[in-house]
């Protein structure tokens, strides 16, 4: 080799050396970092999004299962629906309403979400980095989640179009706004209220939503007379378990997610940590309300088992993290026996939830939401009340004046001839199970 070539190649070592060890190299690996976040934080939101996505299939198959054969396919419709409008209404004025310029405040923007001009990179506080439309898609299916709780509720005998006249605005509009009160930096965020994926913020706004919708919708035919509370069966107890597992694997993205970040050591740990205390609760809602059904009713109530699970879910999602394996079983265990005791308190008073979704998704929601601070330092529990009237008064106050004004206009409720004959037919014109006969599943 020539002696210039030899002090080429010399030259472009030193060069990569230089690059490797100096400045250029810093460079290099900063970058390198700063994609790698942005990878695993975005494929983190879209993995756990699809997973809360999968709760819808959830809430469809555990209604289905819940409600009598002559009104299957409606709540399926209805299903299905919700999830679509409510992916339409968060796109065209609910995540910037929830998001955009809150800065202490009450709300957003009026305006649609639309793509940055360089899909670069979001900044979540020290959460690192993700692509938006991500985070757009992570908020949007929890937008559709609060929809899902009031369909249970309502089932078999609302009708279908000023039911999604009211998800539109639910999910448009007052699920937006409380959001924004703490996820979207908003005056309780500035007051300190902890929710951490949402018992409040998710659930009870559902929760809320789905009791003033029962009140004044009223009760299914026959099912309080004489003083009595009359049973009226699902049309498919696998149907709703089904349902409920699915719903108890979607959770895992629900609560996960909402960490809002994987790609670090302390991140992917807590993300682990958010999983295991999740299940745990769950459990721990299950085996108790079987417990208490078997103490109270001398027999196991397949139902309340199921709910106990979600009523375990929902009680830890405001705070998944902090709680020791044993605290979160206490925590969902508690959410589990809250069932048992909030469904014959509504039969009470003649408010007829035909899936148990109020007990779960409002009683549970308001329980987890006021256990945060049994875990964590930073709650307080006066906070944590604050935000729990506060949210719920305007979830109240806003969901009466629409269903007053859906009832008093275009009407709110079927017929009782077409509530006997079943919405299947009423309003679709057809039946889920037409194999077994017209008529032979009309309960």
Same mark, same amino acid.
Request: aromatic residues 12%; proline residues 4%.
């Given at each position: 080799?020539?002696?210039?070539?030899?002090?080429?190649?010399?030259?472009?070592?030193?060069?990569?050396?230089?690059?490797?060890?100096?400045?250029?190299?810093?460079?290099?690996?900063?970058?390198?970092?700063?994609?790698?976040?942005?990878?695993?934080?975005?494929?983190? %939101?879209?993995?756990?999004?699809?997973?809360?996505?999968?709760?819808?299939?959830?809430?469809?198959?555990?209604?289905?299962?819940?409600?009598?054969?002559?009104?299957?396919?409606?709540?399926? @419709?209805?299903?299905?629906?919700?999830?679509?409008?409510?992916?339409?209404?968060? $796109?065209?004025?609910?995540?910037?309403?929830?998001?955009?310029?809150?800065?202490?405040?009450?709300?957003?923007?009026?305006?649609?979400? @639309?793509?940055?001009?360089?899909?670069?990179?979001?900044?979540?506080?020290?959460?690192?980095?993700?692509?938006?439309?991500?985070?757009?898609?992570?908020?949007?299916?929890?937008?559709? /989640?609060?929809?899902?709780?009031?369909?249970?509720?309502?089932?078999?005998?609302?009708?279908?179009?000023?039911?999604?006249?009211?998800?539109?605005?639910?999910?448009?509009?007052?699920?937006?706004? @409380?959001?924004?009160?703490?996820?979207?930096?908003? $005056?309780?965020? /500035?007051?300190? %209220?902890?929710?951490?994926?949402? +018992?409040?913020?998710?659930?009870?706004?559902?929760?809320?939503?789905?009791?003033? &919708?029962?009140?004044?919708?009223?009760?299914?035919?026959?099912?309080?007379?004489?003083?009595?509370?009359?049973?009226?069966?699902?049309?498919?107890?696998?149907?709703?378990?089904?349902?409920?597992?699915?719903?108890?694997?979607?959770?895992?993205?629900?609560?996960?997610?909402? =960490?809002?970040?994987?790609?670090? %050591?302390?991140?992917?740990?807590?993300?682990?940590?958010?999983?295991?205390?999740?299940?745990?609760?769950?459990?721990?809602?299950?085996?108790?309300?079987?417990?208490?059904?078997?103490?109270?009713?001398?027999?196991?109530?397949? /139902?309340?088992?199921?709910?106990?699970?979600?009523?375990?879910?929902?009680?830890?999602?405001?705070?998944?993290?902090?709680?020791?394996?044993?605290?979160?079983?206490?925590?969902?265990?508690?959410?589990?026996?809250?069932?048992?005791?909030?469904?014959?308190?509504?039969?009470?008073?003649?408010?007829?939830?035909?899936?148990?979704?109020?007990?779960?998704?409002?009683?549970?929601?308001? $329980? &987890?939401?006021?256990?945060?601070?049994?875990?964590?330092?930073?709650?307080?529990?006066?906070? =944590?009340?604050?935000?729990?009237?506060?949210?719920?008064?305007?979830?109240?106050?806003?969901?009466?004046?629409? $269903?007053?004004?859906?009832?008093? @206009?275009?009407?709110?409720?079927?017929?009782?001839?077409?509530?006997?004959?079943?919405?299947?037919?009423?309003?679709?014109?057809?039946?889920?199970?037409?194999?077994?006969?017209?008529? +032979?599943?009309?309960?």
């Amino acid at each position: 080799m020539k002696p210039s070539n030899i002090l080429k190649s010399l030259t472009s070592v030193a060069i990569v050396v230089a690059l490797l060890t100096g400045p250029a190299a810093a460079q290099v690996e900063s970058t390198i970092d700063q994609e790698t976040t942005f990878v695993f934080n975005t494929f983190m %939101f879209l993995v756990m999004g699809f997973l809360v996505m999968w709760m819808a299939a959830g809430f469809a198959m555990l209604e289905s299962g819940m409600v009598r054969s002559k009104n299957v396919a409606t709540i399926c @419709t209805k299903n299905i629906a919700l999830y679509s409008i409510a992916g339409l209404m968060y $796109w065209l004025i609910g995540y910037n309403l929830m998001y955009d310029g809150v800065n202490g405040g009450f709300f957003g923007s009026l305006t649609w979400f @639309t793509y940055p001009a360089a899909e670069a990179l979001k900044t979540a506080k020290d959460y690192g980095a993700y692509a938006a439309a991500s985070d757009w898609f992570f908020q949007m299916v929890f937008c559709a /989640t609060a929809a899902s709780i009031v369909s249970g509720t309502l089932a078999e005998r609302i009708k279908l179009w000023p039911f999604l006249a009211f998800v539109a605005l639910l999910t448009g509009i007052i699920y937006p706004i @409380t959001g924004a009160w703490k996820w979207g930096a908003g $005056w309780l965020e /500035t007051q300190g %209220f902890l929710d951490f994926a949402g +018992s409040t913020l998710v659930h009870s706004v559902g929760g809320w939503a789905a009791l003033t &919708g029962a009140i004044i919708l009223g009760p299914r035919l026959g099912k309080y007379t004489k003083g009595m509370t009359n049973p009226l069966p699902g049309s498919s107890l696998p149907l709703a378990t089904l349902g409920t597992f699915i719903l108890w694997l979607g959770w895992f993205g629900f609560n996960g997610g909402s =960490q809002l970040a994987i790609a670090s %050591f302390e991140n992917a740990s807590a993300v682990a940590r958010i999983f295991a205390n999740t299940n745990t609760a769950a459990a721990a809602g299950v085996v108790t309300a079987m417990a208490v059904t078997q103490l109270v009713y001398k027999k196991v109530d397949l /139902t309340m088992a199921l709910n106990g699970a979600l009523a375990g879910l929902v009680s830890i999602t405001a705070e998944p993290l902090t709680p020791s394996f044993g605290m979160a079983a206490i925590i969902g265990g508690v959410g589990g026996a809250i069932v048992v005791f909030a469904v014959p308190l509504l039969d009470k008073f003649k408010i007829d939830d035909v899936v148990g979704a109020i007990p779960v998704h409002l009683a549970a929601g308001i $329980w &987890g939401t006021l256990a945060v601070p049994l875990t964590n330092p930073d709650g307080s529990f006066l906070t =944590q009340l604050t935000g729990i009237v506060a949210i719920g008064s305007f979830v109240v106050i806003t969901s009466t004046i629409i $269903w007053m004004v859906l009832k008093t @206009t275009v009407g709110i409720r079927i017929s009782p001839e077409d509530e006997e004959k079943g919405l299947d037919q009423a309003e679709l014109g057809l039946e889920a199970y037409p194999e077994f006969g017209a008529g +032979s599943q009309r309960l």
